[in-house]
């Protein structure tokens, strides 16, 4: 029985509204789980890759998954696929507007984005659980961020990453793309600028 039927409050509404509810629970269910967890799983089973004591779990390059497909509208309305940055060392951050951490974390990734974009560093935003764009264009002025994010409300772009890989199990969450589009590192917490070229160094540092 879906989570629609079960609760009566919402028979009224229509079925594209339920239908978007029942994907925003799950993304949100998603990520209080890995909360509670503390992100040191990726999702049971074999995984292929290391935690660090700082919180950044790692993948060697033959045991690093595939991205999946990235790839909608920005938060100001342009189309965007993280696939045509293949060749590109890319960073994604999923964060919202509504988020403290993230808020904190903000200006560290811009001064970040602007020191390795010479070096060949992409930064790319997924924009979740905002109900609508405008607090996310707020939250792009107020801390001068320049990098495009992906408009993501209920979480369907998370919930893209295989189980058992290196997935953004929270908000914040920062994944880091190797040149070939496999997932080398993440972490599950706010990261300071000095984490998070830490994190960057040895995937960009490979040949």
Do not use: H
């Not at 029985?1 to 609760?7: D, L, Q, T």
């Not at 001068?144 to 890989?165: N, Q």
């Amino acid at each position: 029985m879906s989570a629609a039927s079960r609760a009566p409050q919402c028979s009224n509404r229509t079925r594209s509204r339920a239908a978007l509810l029942a994907a925003g629970a799950a993304a949100a269910a998603l990520v209080l789980s890995a909360c509670s967890s503390g992100g040191t799983s990726g999702g049971g089973g074999d995984t292929n890759f290391v935690l660090g004591k700082d919180g950044i779990a790692t993948a060697d390059k033959g045991e690093r998954a595939d991205a999946p497909d990235l790839s909608g509208k920005t938060v100001d309305g342009k189309q965007l696929d993280v696939d045509d940055f293949k060749g590109k060392v890319v960073v994604v951050n999923v964060w919202g507007s509504w988020c403290p951490p993230c808020r904190a974390e903000a200006p560290g990734f811009q001064k970040v984005s602007e020191d390795l974009k010479d070096q060949g560093v992409q930064f790319v935003g997924i924009n979740t659980r905002d109900t609508s764009t405008g607090p996310a264009l707020a939250f792009e002025k107020t801390y001068g961020v320049t990098y495009p994010s992906l408009y993501d409300p209920t979480g369907k772009l998370m919930l893209r990453f295989e189980r058992g890989t290196l997935n953004p199990q929270a908000i914040p969450s920062t994944l880091v793309f190797d040149r070939d589009g496999k997932i080398a590192a993440r972490s599950l917490q706010a990261l300071s600028e000095e984490k998070l070229r830490k994190m960057i160094a040895p995937v960009l540092a490979e040949k």
